[in-house]
Every structure is written in structure tokens, then in C-alpha cells.
């Protein structure tokens, strides 16, 4: 991108607000993916303003359990891991980690009476109880507080965070002096009860109505139609079953990489289009098959054609710094999807594991691999479900090491978000429309994109 004349002062200045009936407040979708989408991760990323898609391999009970969960959710607190007093040090352990605050509630009749941290549980024998290694709760308030107001009694206290409580006492949930101030930064993506917003994928094979329903009556915000090629018959069949349902929600199909693919999900009642095949770090399409196209290239044209007919795309794949944000919504997108890239963080549903070295990390996975396509297939005989395994195009184990300066999904959309708004600065734009507007973007050699990474300390 070639910077423009601003008259934008401040990053702050800008909305990411989107457009594209997704009722996000920043352009973030977080890709349907088993090892990445999951309920805490859904919860998070709403608070903050994006959309979790949950894969199509959950049965549709699963997830009208997981979109009632999220329903249920604070919009400022965080759900906390909650203990017994009488639980064990070792258990608090097992679940400290998938906070990426670190601490877990202590919770006797509803009631918060204690704080445990990994700190807390270090050295001590692993069958004590955390009654006898918990901390006092040291700053305690209503859960209708002022997120300011929290912030300067954590910071005051120097505590791990606040409790937030109802007017019973009982714990409704966390928020720590980070979270704080994002709950001043961020507006959290709600529904018109104002509670946190959920979607949900489908696939194209099978009864696409009678899961469509399930999952509409399950009151997901959205519907995505889901599989790698998408301007096929079966796509535009099961847009039509779809569309027969009359939802209320958006509609997302995909995925395409040209305009003619993108008219054709659009008429047959697609409000958004899926663009991307073959840049997503678990992709290995364009090595196995020769099929793809160049991210960039697709949304720009995918989004245009979109536009002419009153409907909006989704870039979905390839994202690795936020540079990759920043050009999508340039070209035209509506909103990004990131798959891989938050697969690494305390949110993904996936077990916490260390290498070696102690580094820890958790486990992806395509959705084309052979291990997704096992999951995807397990109510089908051994015969079947041996012979599409011969078949994949992905890879079925990665590790995703966490970073350790930002470990938790919030810290990489700060960093996103900040990247983002500093590029609209650079465009002289306030708003998504006037982005793709102002934003002037050239073409650059192999040895001008080098220029602009950052060397290592010391070169």
C-alpha cells in the first residue's frame, strides 16, 4: 500500500465495524476448523468483537449446546475455571492452562472465596488441596462495574485480577487489568438480545435442510455453506435447500476464486462469499492438485463482482501477519478469516502439551486431511471410511507453539486490530467502506518485501 493524504489523527479514530449483515464490530472471522473453533475460543473473539464459525464435523446437539453456552456468557467477564476447595493441586494444574490469565476461582455453595495461579501450586505436593495454597480474593466487585473502574482497583491492589460478582455474591466471572482496558477498546459482536453472536458451518452432502434447521432453531447468527469447491451443482443444490428454509440470518458459501463462481453462489442465495483456495497454512491443494489462486488476486476480483450484485465477500486463508488483514479488506473484503494462526492460543480447544524443550504447543489439523476426513466419516462402514482416507489434502498434525508475548487469541487480535487501524490511518480512511476506497496498493519483488521485514536483534 502507498501511503495517502490523512486527515485520520489517531488510530483510534477509526471503526472497524463491518458491513456484511455478520454484525461484527472488527472484521475478524475465526475459521470453521475442529482444532480452532471451539466455545471458549467463540466466547473470547465475540467479547472482542468477531465471529467464531463452528466446524460441520459437530453433531448439531453439540452445538446447540456450544451456541447456549455462548449465549449464556458475560459480555465484559470472562468465564473462569472454577474449583472446589477440596479439589487437588494437581487437578488445578490440569486446567490452570487453558486461561491464558493463568488462575482458576475457588468456588464453595455459588460462592468465590478464594484465587489459585500456577505460581500458587508450584513446589507444593500435588495431592494438597487448593484450599490450602488458594489466595484471598483480593479485589472483589459487582459484575455491572465500570470496566474503568475495575481496571484502577486491580492495578491499586496489584492482584491477578477482579471478581466480578451478581447481587448475591455469586461468581459471574473474571476480568483482568489487561481485559479491562480491552472491554474499553473493544465493542463485543451481539445479537438484537444483546448476547454474544455464534455461527455455525454445514457441508454440502447429506440432509443440508434438516441440519440447516436444526441449526437455526439452535439460534446460531449465521449459516455457512461450506466445502473446498464451491461452484459445483451440490453447492448451489444446498444453497437452494437453504435458501427454502427463508432463514433470518446470513447466509456464507464458499469456497470460489473468480467472479463467475462468485455470481453463482450469490444467485443462488448466497449474502456472503467464501474466497480462498489452497493459502491456508494446513492447505496442501495447490502442491496436490495445481488448483488454487494467488489470495490477493482472488478477493479483488471475487469482491467486485460481489458488490455489482449487492453482496459481500469473506477472505478466507493466509493470513500470517496482519499485513494479510490489512491487503484483504483493501481488495474488498468484507471480513478476514484466520485459521492456523490462532490455533496456537490458550482458546483453541486442543490439549496443551511441551515439546522437549518445554515449549508448549497444541496440535492442528486441515480439514481435508486424513484426520479430519476420519472424524467427518465415522458413522460410515470401515470399507468406505478406508477408502476416502486414501484420499486427503491437508495435513493431519502440526504443532502450533504458543507465543510466548501473546499467548491467548486476544493478544494476536490487539495485535491485528492495531495493525489494521494504523494501515486505514496510512489510506486516510475511518471506516471499512473508505478503505477499499482510498487504498492505492502496487506490486512488489520478492527483494522489496524482504526489505520490509525486521531483522533480527544484533544483524
Not at 486446567?95 to 475457588?106: D, E, N, Q
Not at 487448593?130 to 474503568?148: C, G, I, K, L, W
Not at 443440508?208 to 437455526?216: E, N, P, S, T, Y
Not at 447466509?251 to 473468480?258: I, P, R
Request: aromatic share 4%.
Amino acid at each position: 500500500m502507498v501511503p495517502r493524504r490523512s486527515a485520520v489523527g489517531s488510530r483510534y479514530d477509526v471503526s472497524l465495524a463491518t458491513n456484511d449483515g455478520a454484525g461484527t464490530t472488527v472484521p475478524l472471522v475465526v475459521a470453521n476448523m475442529t482444532a480452532i473453533a471451539g466455545k471458549r475460543m467463540a466466547e473470547t473473539v465475540a467479547r472482542r468483537g468477531g465471529l467464531v464459525v463452528i466446524p460441520q464435523d459437530i453433531p448439531a446437539h453439540v452445538v446447540a449446546d456450544v451456541v447456549t453456552y455462548v449465549k449464556q456468557r458475560h459480555l465484559v467477564f470472562e468465564t473462569p475455571i472454577q474449583l472446589r476447595p477440596d479439589q487437588t493441586v494437581s487437578h488445578a494444574l490440569s486446567l490452570i492452562p487453558k486461561r491464558s490469565h493463568g488462575a482458576a476461582v475457588v468456588v464453595s455453595d455459588g460462592l468465590p472465596v478464594g484465587i489459585v495461579t500456577g505460581s500458587d501450586c508450584a513446589e507444593v505436593d500435588r495431592f494438597a488441596q487448593v484450599e490450602q495454597v488458594m489466595r484471598p480474593v483480593e479485589v472483589e466487585v459487582a459484575a455491572t462495574t465500570d470496566p474503568r473502574t475495575v481496571f484502577d482497583a486491580v492495578d491499586a491492589a496489584r492482584a491477578p485480577l477482579a471478581v466480578g460478582v451478581d447481587e448475591d455474591g455469586s461468581l459471574v466471572g473474571v476480568l483482568t487489568r489487561t481485559g479491562a482496558l480491552r472491554a474499553t477498546l473493544y465493542d463485543p459482536a451481539v445479537d438484537a438480545q444483546g448476547r454474544l453472536r455464534i455461527g455455525a458451518a454445514i457441508g454440502v452432502n447429506g440432509d443440508v435442510a434438516g441440519k440447516a434447521k436444526l441449526l437455526l432453531d439452535a439460534g446460531v447468527d449465521l449459516l455457512v455453506v461450506d466445502t473446498a469447491h464451491g461452484h459445483q451443482d451440490r453447492m448451489l443444490e444446498a444453497l437452494a435447500a437453504v435458501r427454502g428454509l427463508d432463514p433470518a440470518v446470513p447466509v456464507v458459501a464458499g469456497n470460489v476464486v473468480d467472479a463467475d463462481g462468485t455470481r453463482a453462489l450469490v444467485d443462488a442465495g448466497a449474502d456472503i462469499v467464501k474466497v480462498g483456495v489452497g493459502p491456508g497454512a494446513m492447505c496442501t491443494t495447490r502442491m496436490m492438485t495445481g488448483v488454487g489462486r494467488p489470495q490477493f488476486s482472488a478477493v479483488l476480483e471475487c469482491a467486485a463482482a460481489a458488490r455489482e450484485l449487492g453482496a459481500q465477500v469473506w477472505a478466507d486463508g493466509g493470513v500470517r501477519h496482519p499485513r494479510d488483514v490489512a491487503l484483504a479488506l483493501a481488495a474488498g473484503a468484507g471480513s478476514v478469516m484466520i485459521g492456523s494462526w490462532f490455533a496456537g492460543t490458550h482458546e483453541s480447544p486442543g490439549d496443551l502439551l511441551e515439546d522437549a524443550d518445554g515449549r508448549p504447543f497444541k496440535v492442528s489439523f486441515g480439514m481435508a486431511s486424513a484426520r479430519a476426513v476420519a472424524n467427518r466419516t465415522g458413522t460410515e462402514s470401515a470399507f468406505d471410511r478406508a477408502r476416502k482416507g486414501l484420499y486427503e489434502e491437508g495435513i493431519s498434525s502440526y504443532r502450533m507453539y504458543l507465543d510466548p508475548q501473546r499467548p491467548g487469541v486476544e493478544d494476536l487480535i490487539d495485535q491485528v486490530c492495531a495493525g489494521v487501524r494504523s494501515s486505514f490511518t496510512y489510506a486516510g480512511a475511518t471506516d471499512l467502506p473508505s478503505f477499499h476506497e482510498r487504498a492505492v496498493v502496487g506490486v512488489q519483488s520478492a527483494a522489496g518485501f524482504h526489505e520490509g521485514r525486521p531483522l533480527p536483534t544484533g544483524w
